[in-house]
């Protein structure tokens, strides 16, 4: 993506936002990961990052992309970098998210705004709302809710 004064912002807001998805992802045996995408199983790592975003976000909202890559050298550490496309209500967005060892990354290759506004400030809030209503949010179990005195 060609970077503008907000693209580290919108980059920093997407990361929070699938940093649990991330995580869940990183559960998964390096070698499997590396194994379906060198022998291209599109289909197997869909599934498995549909699974790892269903528990955080609405259906359809986090999908792989068109693939991946890897790095797995004899003296390094594994790297596998998935490309993702990211869809919450009035904005897509296309990253690459790359899961190591102890982190992971993510780099937006391309960002859509459904209704681009002038003011890349309101584009940067929209981003955020937007994930923000795509995730889902925890609920307190009824015994903790705090209900107002009557």
Known sequence: MKQSPYSAEWEKIVADAICAVATELRLIDVADLVAMVRFERH?????????????????????????????????????????????????????????????????????????????PQENTNFLATSLRNAAFRPFAPANQIVRPAA
Do not use: C
């Open 43 to 119: 289909g197997d790592l869909s599934d498995l990052v549909a699974s790892a975003a269903e528990m955080f976000f609405l259906p359809g909202t986090v999908k792989l992309g068109i693939g991946g890559d890897y790095s797995l050298d004899w003296g390094g550490r594994p790297q596998v970098v998935l490309d993702l496309e990211i869809r919450p209500r009035g904005v897509t967005i296309y990253a690459r998210l790359t899961l190591e060892q102890d982190h992971g990354g993510l780099e937006i290759n391309h960002i859509a705004f459904d209704d681009p506004q002038d003011d």
